[in-house]
Nanobody, 119 residues
Framework: QVQLVESGGGLVQPGGSLRLSCVLS????????MGWYRQAPGKQRELVAL???????NYADSVKGRFTISRDNAKNTVYLQMNSLKPEDTAVYYC?????????????WGQGTQVTVSS
């Protein structure tokens, strides 16, 4: 059974930094494209950052230059380094693992971690 467990959320002041971590268990981490999504109250879940199996990355325009996604296949972990945080970054952040093989998509989500940016 594939499980994703996020950690690292919390309360931070505007301009501060946080690093989120997400550990995958129950499958081969290196096969998955990994993503971070977020959902603020009253809003739809949105993609924040994506890193492919080949370590290509993609970012939402709102976080470019401030957030960095990375992965460590030896530790089955994906990270999201968040710098220069703004109040509008406040949301529940979710980790996603995505893998397609022979036309079948395997898609898993973590339980989410709260990030609050406030003075």
């Amino acid at each position: 059974q594939v499980q994703l467990v996020e950690s690292g959320g919390g309360l931070v002041q505007p301009g501060g930094s946080l690093r989120l971590s997400c550990v995958l268990s129950g499958s081969t981490f290196s096969l998955y494209n990994m993503g971070w999504y977020r959902q603020a109250p009253g809003k739809q879940r949105e993609l924040v950052a994506l890193i492919t199996t080949g370590t290509g990355t993609n970012y939402a325009d709102s976080v470019k230059g401030r957030f960095t996604i990375s992965r460590d296949n030896a530790k089955n972990t994906v990270y999201l380094q968040m710098n220069s945080l703004k109040p509008e970054d406040t949301a529940v952040y979710y980790c996603n693992a995505d893998f397609v093989v022979v036309g079948v998509r395997y898609d898993y989500w973590g339980q989410g971690t709260q990030v609050t940016v406030s003075s």
